[in-house]
């Protein structure tokens, strides 16, 4: 995620969020979830430069 996006100032570690995962043939964990914000970490890479990774640990199946 890009250091100066919206969504970096509206989240931090522990937070609950509903995350909705996309897998590329549709096998778990596709679907949306809740999951916990775990760690927000400043990537030191040059090719990764400006970004951050955000950990998730996913917690449940949302059902609609």
């Known amino acids: 995620i890009k250091d100066d996006s919206a969504f970096l100032k509206m989240i931090e570690v522990g937070q ?7 897998s590329p043939k549709g096998t778990a964990p596709s ?13 030191d890479m040059p090719e990764h430069k ?3 990774l955000v ?6 199946k949302v059902y609609n």
């Open 16 to 22: 609950i969020v509903e995350a909705d995962f996309i």
């Open 55 to 60: 950990g998730l640990s996913i917690l449940k």
């Open 31 to 43: 679907g949306l979830y809740n999951a916990e914000i775990k760690h927000i970490t400043k990537l």
């Open 50 to 52: 400006g970004h951050q």
